[in-house]
T-cell receptor
Framework: AQKVTQAQTEISVVEKEDVTLDCVYE???????LFWYKQPPSGELVFLIR??????QNEISGRYSWNFQKSTSSFNFTITASQVVDSAVYFC????????????FGPGTRLSVLP | DADVTQTPRNRITKTGKRIMLECSQT?????MYWYRQDPGLGLQLIYY???????NKGEISDGYSVSRQAQAKFSLSLESAIPNQTALYFC??????????????FGPGTRLTVT
């Protein structure tokens, strides 16, 4: 069965610092999909990124970047020059197919960005 | 208007009461899901539905039932609420087809408290 581990329960940084959120996954499938979601204090879940297992290129979107390494089964998320608005719980998730039924979330990492 | 809506947004009920949480979507997606979120545990899948006639149990379905009244509506019922069902409940949808069939879109959540 698939599993997602986010070893960092809580992280605190000062504004403008860079921060990396770790995600390690387990799956037996060769085809799978990885996701990151953000849950701000207001509670909703915001989709950030989807990456399939055949695409190991790193991705950058503004201050956000993702490092996917199949060799270590990791899909880490870096926020550059963090801002107070980045304070949220971040979830990594894994889907073993693109049909949606085997969708597993990690426990989340709570990021606090202090002014 | 939000694509995925949940009612009620907050509910306090007493042990033993029957309660229904409702979810509606305007995304035209075939697949709908119910999750619960407990602190430190991420999201756990309760039930999912691939279409109106296809309903499946998730990892924590005991104590819950669902009804898919239409493509756009998926309700979750607690037949006899108990305090450990106090949690934040999320409804989600996904297309179920195409290259991004598993990409899930979440409602705003329902905070349920069972006293």
């Amino acid at each position: 069965a698939q599993k997602v581990t986010q070893a960092q329960t809580e992280i605190s940084v000062v504004e403008k610092e860079d921060v990396t959120l770790d995600c390690v996954y387990e799956t037996r499938d060769t085809t799978y999909y990885l996701f990151w979601y953000k849950q701000p204090p207001s509670g909703e879940l915001v989709f950030l990124i989807r990456r399939n297992s055949f695409d190991e290129q790193n991705e950058i979107s503004g201050r956000y970047s993702w490092n996917f390494q199949k060799s270590t089964s990791s899909f880490n998320f870096t926020i550059t020059a963090s801002q107070v608005v980045d304070s949220a719980v971040y979830f990594c998730a894994l889907s073993e197919n693109n049909y949606g039924q085997n969708f597993v979330f990690g426990p989340g990492t709570r990021l606090s960005v202090l002014p | 208007d939000a694509d995925v809506t949940q009612t009620p947004r907050n509910r306090i009920t007493k042990t033993g009461k029957r309660i229904m949480l409702e979810c509606s979507q305007t995304k035209g997606h075939d697949r709908m899901y119910w999750y619960r979120q407990d602190p430190g545990l991420g999201l756990q899948l309760i039930y999912y539905s691939f279409d109106v006639k296809d309903i499946n149990k998730g990892e924590i379905s005991d104590g819950y039932s669902v009804s898919r009244q239409a493509q756009a509506k998926f309700s979750l019922s607690l037949e006899s609420a108990i305090p450990n069902q106090t949690a934040l409940y999320f409804c989600a949808t996904s297309p179920g087809r195409g290259a991004r069939g598993d990409e899930q879109y979440f409602g705003p959540g329902t905070r349920l408290t069972v006293t």
